[in-house]
């Protein structure tokens, strides 16, 4: 479950009171070709074939290189610096939680995207549903002068009506049987307003959502979306002072045979979360 298209905190939240619904075995092609078909054996030996011969070739070419590097730095880097993915700063991660949700960030930029890839986690799980914890994790992951508002949007949006529609009840919990899956996993995380005090990051994220049940009529698939997280330097720790979010980027569906309700029920029960930090 994502949180809403372009949805700011304070004017929406959890989609509005949306959910999507996508059925087990269905398909469709997003650039309008018809219906996907199966892999075939023959095409992937011919790839392999290919990229066999590519390798030989670029081995070749390397190997009669003659190890002339004697070309002047400007000409190796005419295209001035390449851009590099987000690497890890050798920093420690956090070491301590509130509310179950890593705290003690530094005051730099890794500090900034560590703690808003932990509160997209929080801010998207199924426990922010729940009102037993809601409260906790708005006190954990906002500024304090933005709690009050915050937790009356929150409570207003997930209400009874909001939660008997996605099938839980009014504390948050699934049917008997049943299994309420939302997690979030952030992909990759970049800062796009940073000074001491402030910093803008988006969080690319990933995730899956729904009910796993076999009398499920919500069930659980996958979601893209990018939270923008406005983050504030307060009480020696960032927090946030405003969000929004944005559906994608997203891949091309792969060709994974959906699960059957047990499974997932299985895997949400037997895999934990990560904490993040660079």
Wanted: aromatic share 8%; with cysteine; glycine share 12%.
């Amino acid at each position: 479950m994502s949180l809403g298209d372009e949805h700011e905190a304070s004017g929406g939240y959890g989609g509005s009171g949306q959910t999507r619904t996508r059925l087990p075995g269905t398909s469709g092609d997003p650039y309008g070709t018809g219906p996907r078909r199966p892999t075939r054996s023959s095409s992937r030996s011919l790839v392999t074939v290919v990229g066999v011969i590519v390798l030989l070739i670029a081995a070749i070419a390397f190997a009669n290189r003659g190890g002339d590097d004697s070309a002047p730095p400007e000409e190796n880097n005419a295209a001035g610096p390449q851009p590099a993915p987000t690497a890890a700063s050798g920093d420690q991660p956090v070491q301590t939680t509130s509310n179950g949700i890593p705290t003690g960030y530094t005051q730099n930029q890794e500090g900034a995207q560590s703690a808003a890839a932990n509160y997209a986690v929080a801010l998207v799980s199924a426990d922010i549903l729940k009102p037993a914890r809601r409260t906790g994790i708005i006190q954990q992951v906002f500024v304090a002068d933005r709690q009050p508002a915050l937790e009356d949007q929150f409570n207003r949006t997930y209400s009874k009506e909001f939660l008997s529609n996605i099938g839980l009840d009014q504390n948050g919990n699934a049917t008997a049987g049943s299994t309420y899956v939302s997690r979030t996993s952030p992909i990759g995380t970049k800062t796009t307003k940073y000074s001491n005090t402030a910093a803008t990051v988006e969080v690319w994220c990933t995730g899956v959502y729904g009910t796993a049940g076999e009398k499920s009529t919500n069930p659980v698939t996958s979601d893209w979306f990018t939270l923008t997280l406005e983050m504030r330097w307060a009480d020696g720790d960032w927090k946030v002072d405003s969000f929004a979010q944005k559906d994608g980027p997203a891949p091309v569906p792969g060709d994974n045979q959906a699960s059957n309700a047990d499974e997932m029920r299985k895997a949400v029960e037997e895999y934990g979360g990560f904490t993040y930090a660079r």
